[in-house]
């Protein structure tokens, strides 16, 4: 049993107001990478877990991660021995521990069905975890996870993604944000909500991690449609309007930074 944990970006993310359990009210836009981390299972008589990967370092203590917390919340049988090629950077504003728990929610769903409680269980897990197990553009309100799917024009659209490995928080960020409301998302197609939406963490993620104003400039220089912060940072994506394009940009960026992350993929 194989499945993929889709990178998630946010297309846009805006930041409405602080709620009263403490919680920031958000609107933001899920889209999802073709590409990410993968997620492996195989019956077994209990759960084990093992980590390989470009990033499987970062994970200190495997089980305890979100994919052992996923595994804890799903009837799978006795026991599953999994193993997570851990792609995607981490604390990146990728989503990557909530793709990694959707893969899981996916793979049970396969062999065993979800319970009708599978979003409630998801959302315990964390805010991005239900969008992720659909892994489908959508609209996300309240902490992210109250969520409408919409049809998106930008399916099949070349991205690139960017990060100059440097771990960012989530915490430090909203904590930083400015306070100000400065309006919901647009309506319209993905492309529309996309292209005149914005991050509202970018300023705050940039002041705690200054090499992310270096990404999005050097993204900002590659004919890209759109260039923008994921999350929380300190990803960022660039999307372009051809292949040969994307490729071009990451090669350019490649000479000038070796030293950065980067994945090149296409809008699911």
Known sequence: MIETAFAK???????????????????TLFAFVDAGDVVSAKPAARDELRTVGEFARQLTDPFANIVGSALKAL??????????????????????????????????????????DWQQRAAKLGADVPACVRSVTCIGRGTGTELTEVASDLTGTPVLLVNPRVPLSTGPVFAGWDGIDRGPLPEGPVSAIAREGRNDLEPSAIALCPPIADVLAALAQTKAVLARMSGSGATCFALYDSTARRDAAAASIKAAHPDWWQLSGNLR
């Open 9 to 27: 970006i946010n297309l846009a993310l805006h930041v409405r107001r602080r709620r009263g359990d403490g919680y920031h009210g958000l609107e």
């Open 75 to 116: 009837s799978h049988g006795p026991g599953w021995a999994v193993t997570l090629e851990k792609n995607l950077p981490v604390a990146a504003g990728l989503g990557g521990g909530s793709a990694d728990a959707g893969a899981v929610f996916r793979l049970v769903e396969a062999q065993f069905g979800l319970p009708a």
